[in-house]
């Protein structure tokens, strides 16, 4: 049989083969016991195939590993530090110009383009994104950042995943007293203002990445336990979850194995919005001068030192923000993707 | 010859899935008479349901029909015959007109059939308020008349409760009085007992055998439970990979059954004299319809199969007026083949019991 | 129904203690004076630490801020900011603009991103379902505060539709715009929301009952697949209401909007911290975060009579089991 | 479906639709109307509590001192008609004209007396300039600094129109010192009317006696409008209508509201500035005005828990001071006009009262101290790295991510420029609040801090006072007896009358700051305007007050 049968419907049905008298003799010589259509797949390899068949989603996995590649190599590709200030010495000035806020700059493009080299002082000099308003190349600078917002975005995922959902199903779980103490427990987390936990953490840990991750910690599982609880209490009572309980499975098997992949579509829906505030949060946190240190940046960083020039130097922002706005749709696609590989609604058969 | 209130003219749907275009129904013909029930039989997967949500014009929105049409004939408000193919119309309309009102459905699982935010008396009114008319107090009135003829108690109290109150068997039977509540000319029950245990099993069947004779509603089963058709049904249309392969009424495909398919179904159903330690099953699956088939569907598990049903596809042969088979067995040139011997003694013993409930009547 | 509310609100205030005890104790602990000087001799300051009291300890401290709270029902003064402007002047002003714009934000995100979201679910694959994921995406990577900037570039100063600056005279018009950047975020969030839960709703079978019923187009969407579908939806929407009303500082600054959101920044990173603003402001943040999630769960039983019906707790709820048990058949 | 589609597009016309009739923006050039930016929130209107310029700034507008400031900075009569000095230059008695309050009471001498003394009675920050550093007011120190009673204080109503002011010491500049807003009058009657903390936060509380009536105000509120005061003594010279203040946070926000002519002055910098030479039309616009405060480097010479202590090394912070090319933080990072500086006083702000030339006219009398020379630089690092026996250094330099965009690029380039000349040292950035930047080096809890100084009186003494020993502004911890017997001269010894004499002492003084490096001086910070076309006469001023209408003008 063909692998795919892309014939249309009418073909199949014009073979009309004229049976002819010898034809009808029993057929025995087959084992008709062997099963051929549906061979066994283990849950994960069933996943998996049907992850893979998801178009989106591929397209989805493939824009995020772009990005790491990019992320690894990129600042590697020119000859510019993400630190590098570039500057020339001027003769007829004397001084010391820096090729500060300059568009993006390509001769090869623009000997394409117009025919002839740059005149600048900077003609030789390749910046695809262009400089910041200090000097340094963009590009560089953009995927040295994009490094730092991909481990926010994969340490968020892991404390949605791991803090925020858990502390929301068993809250939703259990219900009654350890509910309501669980929730004033969130209540009392989620009042603390950022700046605050931000302040006191500073005290007495090393400012940098590191404490962007614990303040991340603190604070950004909150949506995510809220809204594994909603789901929680809406499935919580149904027959399936009686019938486990009755055939004696202890509560952590229930809320993992029952019930987690009943409601692990607005859980990926969370994580994925969770993403974007993550990165602005570690923008806003190094801004306060408690996250990377300049001139170490970051996605959000960047698009934040962009936002300053925006109406007259609108390209600084451009990149940061198309590089999030990629990873942001990669990460939509993927997360749909597993959401309907985990969890795959039977197509009307 | 009573008018038929449905039929099914080889109906062709394709399905476009993720993994491909699934040929799920290819070529099926159903007719129903009215007030006659009908059971269409086939292992999951055959294709069964999909059919009946054509007819009810609820199918996904990856279903293409390819082709075939779907004759419906009914008597509209003003009391004038109407013959329409449901293929033909627009959804806004089945729904304005049909669904719920002409034609109504019943579900397998009571558990996730009923809405579980809104009460069970709205649930029931919705139907009565939009299609008949009735005000709220009118429909609140028959809502609970009808509770009581499904045969659930205190049917005050219920209208205020929820879904999730409720057992499973309370549950079909709030399904099956809002089927009801316009009175249907025909109502579709797609595996209605298959989630329930055999008792509340019994009482389902008979209330619905009891409501068809009180509003004369023809009915459709969709079921793979052959002791379910042998109770109700009066044709029978067994199924498999998409296609009608043998239709007859009730004993003619009990004790005259000619698809090796339909025997093996016949002799795959447990009753208490079968000696045989290992119950009979029938050997592999039904095929996955992503491939397109050649020949016989049934051939690969067929232990009867000839050489030409691997070739080519077998017509439907005519065995009586109401009798037909799609098999080359019963075609002349095939060899005299016969009923595995189980299934021949199980056949005679069922005769005999049959003579004997008709000797005490 | 009355009774559970009450014991929350009991719950609530407790637990707002404990907030303000926590607050109290981690603002002394944080870096930064609440009298920064770069003039005034260290005595000078001592001086004016012993003024505010300072200089007693924590605990007293702490228990004349509640004294005072209680007795005058004021907050106090401010240490630095605004060079110890009374609070009783300065944050009604503020929680009015942040509230009015922050509410006209809620009303467009939570209106139109449900819309968007019901377009989307309906028309899955089509047009609408495509312009939902690609809004969603933006109005999430593109922050507000970029969003205001593109809006007042090109509706308040190329095409001079809505006024600059915020000012109140003309305070309708002059809200649209910081109101829809900051909804941006709000309304893509609930259009994914809603579509993903409408479009598991859909497949569910009670709604393949009620289209069998006859049920069809707003009538099929309202009664049955948005009740179903709001639970999760609108467990999103209650935080993005509270961050919408404290949380649009940038915005505020750009626009000058004098709100909480600027206030709290001021406050923190403005002239040296100011305990008494902090403190005031975390209290309003965690009243509302409180209330809002209260309402949340109130909501959460008129929509879904699951949760209510299970919040009945122990023996009553074991009763009802045994009163329907009989029935059952 | 087609319905949600229908909705949604009507949804969207009536709301832009709704828009279009709202209200065109309000534009700026009616009459004498006029739009003014600043760029950050106005601390309070009480004279006694104000710290910040943009404060200073609204209260001269409404509120007159004895004095103020004519277009070139020097003291003009103003509520003080005349005033007369005794010979020993110690007692001044100013003759006040009939002038009224915005309430209709007159103002009195015992208006400034009243203010005067209620300034001794709590913590300010501005009380330094009553003391004998400054203002040198009869018994201030007393009161200040030994809690004497604050009735003590040398200032007397003799009646209604007269008002007598005993100094320690002759003070040289004492008329300018009175147009800075500590010195205003407030009217006891109308503030003691008024709640505890209530006075100057809304113009219900606020009595004005100067060229403007306050008619828009609260505290940290976003746009703020003074309009024309018509019973003012000097009415006939004031010829704007109003005046609104809007907050704007960005420059390049600013340079929009410039363009769009919602705001008639705007202060932009980095790259706007550039964005605007570029553009002609917008260049005419351009008016660079000196801010007056100098930016510079202060090392902690002690070893503390941010440093070890190598800073003591004066060859060392000299290394570094040369090793930065301060044309380069000018030109392509400040870029606003600003000017590099190599003395430790600004230029454009002290002019010398007999000769009037600025007292930091010539920038290169310290070069072989301080300039842009990696050879010179590298010198002093070997020599600082034989006597330290070490080689490789790493300092924080802690820096204000509030205090304007150029500050952030300023460290980033210092880094860059350090670690290129001088290899083996390595500057660690570390952002944080202006307040908690300012309580770091208070607690000599820092290492090396790009911090800055505003002048508040037009004298180099506001800057060569802050580096004596135990000065609350000396972040160094430097001690040099020589250099505290030469400003112990000019404030209260030898040189006090003698002005010729003091002015060269001064010199010295600042050569010894320089010599040893204790601060490495950066740049004098400059403000970029953009002024409206039309708008002429306002004045701007590096001291005190930054901008004074009084006089402008705004012709359509």
């Known amino acids: 049989m063909s692998r795919k049968n892309k014939k249309t419907v009418s073909e199949a049905a014009v073979n009309t083969y004229v049976p002819s008298a010898e034809d009808f003799v029993l057929d025995v010589n087959r084992d008709i016991t062997t099963d051929r259509n549906f061979a066994s797949q283990g849950f994960w390899k069933g996943v998996c195939t049907r992850f893979f068949k998801n178009t989106r989603a591929v397209i989805g996995l493939v824009i995020i590993v772009l990005i790491i590649i990019f992320a690894l190599i990129g600042p590697s590709l020119n000859q510019y530090g993400y630190s590098d200030i570039v500057s020339v010495y001027d003769e007829e000035t004397g001084k010391e110009i820096t090729a500060r806020s300059m568009p993006p700059h390509i001769p090869a493009l623009h000997k394409l383009f117009t025919g002839e080299d740059y005149d600048d002082l900077f003609a030789e000099h390749t910046f695809i994104f262009g400089t910041d308003s200090l000097g340094r190349d963009l590009w560089t600078r953009v995927w040295y950042g994009a490094r730092v917002s991909l481990l926010i975005a994969f340490v968020t995922i892991f404390i949605d995943m791991i803090v925020g959902m858990s502390f929301g199903l068993i809250s939703g779980f259990f219900g009654g007293v350890t509910d309501s103490f669980m929730q004033r427990f969130v209540e009392i987390a989620n009042s603390i203002p950022r700046l605050v936990i931000v302040g006191v953490l500073a005290t007495f840990m090393t400012k940098g990445i590191g404490l962007v991750i614990v303040a991340l910690l603190l604070t950004e599982w909150i949506g995510m336990s809220k809204i594994a609880r909603a789901e929680m209490l809406k499935i919580k009572n149904m027959e399936y979850i009686m019938a486990s309980r009755t055939l004696g499975a202890k509560s952590g098997r229930i809320i993992f194995k029952d019930v987690l992949p009943n409601t692990i579509g607005p859980i990926i829906t969370q994580m994925m919005f969770s993403i974007p505030t993550a990165i602005f949060t570690e923008a806003f946190l190094s801004f306060v001068g408690v996250g990377i240190m300049l001139p170490q940046c970051s996605v959000g960083s960047l698009i934040e030192d962009g936002f300053n020039n925006i109406t007259t130097l609108p390209y600084q922002i451009l990149p940061p923000i198309l590089v999030l706005a990629f990873l942001m749709l990669a990460f939509n696609f993927v997360g749909d993707g597993l959401r309907e590989a985990l969890a795959p609604r039977i197509e009307d058969m | 010859m009573a008018d038929k209130i449905l039929e099914i003219r080889n109906l062709d749907i394709t399905f476009t899935t993720s993994a491909g275009p699934v040929h799920a129904i290819r070529g099926v013909n159903i007719d129903l008479e009215r007030g006659e029930t009908v059971a269409v039989v086939g292992e999951s997967g055959s294709g069964k349901s999909v059919v009946m949500k054509t007819a009810m014009g609820i199918l996904a929105g990856n279903a293409i029909i390819n082709s075939g049409e779907i004759i419906f004939r009914y008597k509209d408000d003003k009391g004038n015959a109407q013959e329409i193919d449901i293929l033909k119309k627009d959804k806004k309309w089945i729904r304005k007109n049909i669904n719920g009102k002409k034609i109504a459905m019943i579900f397998q699982d009571p558990m996730t059939s009923l809405d579980p935010t809104m009460t069970i008396g709205k649930q029931l009114m919705e139907g009565m308020i939009m299609h008949m008319g009735l005000n709220r107090q009118q429909a609140a009135e028959r809502a609970v008349q009808l509770l009581g003829e499904v045969g659930i108690t205190d049917p005050a109290k219920r209208m205020k409760q929820y879904p999730h109150q409720l057992s499973g068997g309370m549950r079909q039977r709030i399904v099956i009085a809002i089927a009801i509540s316009c009175n249907p000319d025909l109502l579709i029950c797609d595996e209605p007992t298959t989630a329930l245990d055999v008792t509340i099993q019994a009482k389902i069947l008979e209330l619905i055998k009891k409501l068809q004779e009180d509003h004369g509603i023809s009915v459709i089963y969709i079921t793979h439970d052959l002791g379910v058709v042998a109770k109700v049904a009066d044709y029978v249309n067994v199924m498999y990979a998409g296609k009608i392969v043998e239709v007859g009424n009730i004993e003619e495909i009990f004790y005259e059954p000619k698809h090796p398919y339909t025997w093996g179904l016949l002799s795959a159903m447990p009753d208490l004299e079968t000696d045989d330690s290992r119950l009979y099953t029938i050997p592999g699956s039904p095929p996955n319809l992503l491939h397109a088939v050649t020949g016989d569907a049934f051939a690969p598990r067929n232990q009867f199969a000839l050489k030409v049903d691997s070739l080519a596809e077998p017509p439907m042969f005519k065995v009586s007026e109401t009798h037909y088979a799609a098999t080359w067995l019963l075609d002349p040139r095939a060899p005299e083949v016969k009923m595995p011997e189980e299934l021949q003694k199980r056949i005679a013993r069922m005769l005999k019991e049959a003579k004997s409930d008709a000797g005490q009547l | 129904m009355a009774k559970y509310i009450f014991k929350r609100i009991i719950m609530a205030i407790v637990t707002l203690f404990i907030i303000t005890f926590l607050l109290f104790m981690l603002v002394r602990i944080m870096p930064g004076n609440p009298f920064p000087s770069e003039r005034m001799s260290a005595e000078a300051i001592e001086k004016k630490r012993a003024e505010m009291g300072l200089d007693k300890p924590i605990l007293v401290q702490f228990g004349d801020y509640i004294a005072n709270i209680v007795s005058t029902g004021s907050f106090g003064k401010g240490s630095s900011l605004y060079n110890g402007a009374p609070i009783a002047t300065v944050l009604p002003k503020a929680m009015g603009n942040s509230f009015k714009i922050g509410g006209i934000a809620i009303c467009f995100g939570v209106f139109i991103g449900l819309v968007l979201g019901i377009a989307a679910a309906l028309n899955r694959g089509k047009f609408w379902d495509v312009f939902c994921t690609v809004l969603s995406i933006i109005g999430v990577c593109i922050p507000s505060y970029v969003f205001m900037i593109f809006l007042q570039y090109f509706f308040a100063y190329k095409l001079p539709v809505f006024p600059f600056y915020f000012n109140n005279r003309q305070f309708f018009v002059s809200s649209i715009m910081p109101a829809l950047s900051l909804s941006l975020f709000s309304m893509s969030t609930v259009a994914r929301f809603t579509r993903n839960e409408m479009v598991e709703v859909m497949d569910s079978d009670y709604v393949l009952l009620a289209e069998s019923k006859g049920m069809y187009g707003t009538k099929l969407v309202t009664r049955h697949i948005l009740r179903n579908a709001l639970i999760p939806i609108v467990t999103v929407i209650a935080p993005l209401i509270v961050d919408l009303l404290t949380g649009a500082l940038v915005v505020e600054k750009i626009y000058g909007i004098n709100g909480i959101g600027k206030l709290m920044v001021d406050a923190i990173t403005g002239e040296g911290i100011d305990y008494n603003y902090v403190l005031a402001l975390g209290i309003l943040y965690s009243t509302l975060y409180i209330g809002i999630m209260l309402l949340l769960d109130i909501v959460y039983c008129l929509l879904d009579p699951r949760i209510r019906v299970t919040e009945k707790k122990g023996k009553r709820r074991r009763e009802a089991e045994k009163k329907e048990a009989p029935a059952a058949a | ?556």
Not at chain 4, 216 to 245: C, E, F, H, Q
Not at chain 4, 402 to 419: L, R, W
């Open chain 4, 1 to 556: 479906m087609k319905k949600f589609k229908k909705m949604l597009v009507a949804l969207l016309s009536v709301m832009m639709i709704a828009s279009l009739f709202g209200a065109v923006s309000v534009s700026a050039d009616q009459g004498g109307d006029i739009y003014v930016m600043f760029a950050t929130n106005v601390m309070s209107l009480d004279t006694n509590l104000a710290t910040d310029g943009d404060s200073f700034e609204i209260i001269a507008d409404c509120i007159d001192g004895l004095t103020q400031m004519d277009a070139d900075g020097a003291a003009v009569p103003a509520l003080a008609e005349s005033w007369d000095v005794s010979e020993d230059g110690c007692t001044y008695t100013f003759h006040l004209r009939d002038a009224k309050w915005s309430n209709g009471e007159p103002v009195t001498a015992a208006d400034f007396e009243f203010a005067w003394k209620l300034a001794m009675t709590a913590n300010l920050e501005y009380n330094y300039l009553f003391d004998t550093s400054v203002g040198a007011i009869k018994n201030a120190d007393a009161i200040l600094y030994e809690g004497a009673d604050p009735a003590t204080l040398g200032i007397t109503a003799l009646d209604e129109k007269t008002l007598q002011v005993e100094l320690e010491v002759p003070v040289s500049f004492f008329p300018s010192l009175m147009y800075f807003p500590a010195f205003y009058p407030i009217n006891q009657a109308f503030y003691e009317s008024c709640g505890d903390g209530e006075y100057g936060t809304s113009p219900y509380t606020f009595l004005c006696n100067g060229a403007f009536l306050l008619d828009d105000y609260v505290p940290g509120a976003a746009s703020m409008t003074v309009v024309k005061n018509p019973d003012y003594w000097d009415a006939d010279r004031v010829s704007l209508n109003s005046i609104t203040y809007q907050v704007v946070g960005s420059s390049d926000q600013a340079l929009t509201g410039f363009k769009s002519n919602n705001l008639d002055i705007a202060t932009v910098s980095g790259d706007q500035v550039a964005a605007v030479k570029d553009d002609a039309a917008l260049s005419e616009n351009l008016k660079v005005t000196g801010a007056g405060y100098m930016w510079y480097l202060t090392f902690s010479q002690t070893e503390n828990s941010s440093s070890d202590g190598s800073l003591a090394n004066a060859n060392l912070r000299l290394a570094i001071s040369n090793a930065i090319d301060r044309e380069s933080l000018v030109d392509n990072y400040v870029m606003d006009g600003s000017i590099a500086t190599y003395t430790a006083v600004p230029p454009q702000f002290a002019a010398s009262a007999t000769t009037g030339e600025d007292f930091s006219g010539d920038q290169t009398k310290f070069a072989d101290y301080i300039g842009f020379n990696v050879d010179k630089a590298k010198e002093f690092y070997e020599a600082a790295k034989a006597e330290l026996g070490k080689d490789s250094f790493t300092f924080t330099m802690i820096y204000g991510n509030n205090e304007g965009d150029e500050v952030t690029k300023v460290a980033q380039a210092i880094k860059e420029q350090v670690e290129g000349a001088l290899p083996g040292i390595t500057i660690d950035l570390q952002a944080m609040t202006k307040a908690e930047r300012l309580e770091k080096m208070q607690n000599d809890d820092y290492c090396v801090a790009l911090t800055r100084w505003g002048p508040d009186y037009a004298d180099p003494m506001t800057y060569l006072g802050m580096w004596t020993t135990g000065n609350a502004n000396n972040y160094g911890f430097w001690s040099n007896p020589e250099y505290d017997a030469i400003i112990k001269d000019c404030t209260a010894g030898a040189y006090v009358s003698d002005y010729d004499a003091r002015w060269a002492a001064l010199y010295q003084a600042e050569e010894l700051v320089l010599k040893e490096a204790v601060i490495a001086p950066l740049y004098t910070k400059a403000n970029a305007n953009l002024i409206t076309a039309g708008l002429e006469g306002v004045e701007f001023h590096p001291v005190a007050l930054n901008r004074v209408y009084k006089n402008a003008t705004f012709s359509k």
